[in-house]
């Protein structure tokens, strides 16, 4: 009997080893999977590198993007202007949402306007926007033409949605006077795509003769322009706390810019005047 009792202990034993194994076998694959993808574990951020587009395969790269842009971006004397915060909102209600950029405007106060809309926000397209927030610089006759999209990546495989754009002041009388680059990450705080929880980033850097010689200036305004992103996020994280969703409407209610409002840079957040 006691032979018997044993052996049916041990079988428990083996059985509950073989499903804590099964499980830590299932959690390692899934986050090596992650991994692969491009996710890691843990704070995320410190696996983002500003200059990916240094480092993808030129049969990988969208044909639009300026790699001499790339270059002079990478040593000019400007700091980026970096931030990523966490929202409790779920990250395929979070990216679902941000992928409509015609609705950027009723939230991120960056934007006035923005005519590209998910169907055709798509790589070495226009990005058709107007900007709330420029440099306080003369660039002389140069104009800012069309943001032209460099990658749009936004995949359950990769459990990532990455949005970039690079832009450029053109003269006539040649040189770079402006040039830059503007990157959003969204990625789930956990391994897959129902985390309830999303981190957001934003990475912009910019350079050129012109925004060499005002670097103090076009480091304050990429920092409003990345504070714009994470305040709006902040209202949005609130609108999905109040109604469960990002229902566009209310968005736009309790997000959204009113006529003559001022943004006033703060450190460590911002306040509408």
């Keep these: 009997m006691s032979n018997t009792s044993s052996f049916l202990g041990l079988l428990v034993v083996v059985a509950l080893f073989c499903v804590f194994s099964g499980s830590v076998h299932a959690a390692t694959a899934q986050n090596d999977a992650c ?6 574990v843990g704070p995320w951020g410190n696996r983002f590198d500003p200059f990916w587009t240094l480092k993808t ?8 993007l ?3 842009l790339e270059r002079n971006l990478q040593t000019a004397p400007m700091s980026a202007s970096f931030d990523q915060r966490l929202y409790n ?4 209600v979070f990216a679902d949402f941000f992928a409509q950029s015609n609705l950027w405007p ?3 106060i960056l934007f006035d306007q923005v005519v590209t809309s998910e169907s055709t926000f798509l790589p070495c397209k226009a990005l058709d926007a107007t900007f709330h927030i420029l440099p306080n610089i003369d660039f002389g006759d140069a104009s800012l033409g069309s943001p032209i999209i460099v990658r749009n990546e936004y995949n359950t495989t990769s459990q990532l949605m990455h949005l970039s754009w690079q832009y450029a002041f053109t003269s006539s009388a040649g040189g770079m006077p402006g040039f830059g680059r503007h990157d959003y990450v969204i990625a789930p705080a956990d391994c897959g795509a129902d985390s309830s929880r999303t981190w957001l980033m934003s990475w912009e850097k910019g350079g050129g003769t012109t925004i060499n010689q005002n670097i103090k200036e076009e480091e304050h305004t990429l920092q409003k322009a990345t504070l714009a992103a994470m305040d709006g996020a902040s209202c949005l994280e609130r609108v999905y706390r109040i109604k469960g969703s990002l229902d566009p409407n209310t968005v736009a209610d309790l997000c959204g810019q009113s006529p003559g409002l001022q943004w006033l840079s703060l450190i ?4 509408y005047v």
């Excluded at 991994?35 to 890691?40: K, L, M, S, T």
């Excluded at 395969?57 to 639009?64: D, G, I, L, N, Q």
């Design 35 to 40: 991994e692969q993808a491009g996710f890691d």
């Design 57 to 64: 395969p030129a049969s990988e790269r969208p044909a639009c």
């Design 66 to 68: 300026d790699m001499s």
């Design 89 to 92: 909102i779920p990250f395929k």
């Design 106 to 108: 009723t939230w991120n």
């Design 268 to 271: 460590g957040g911002a306040v």
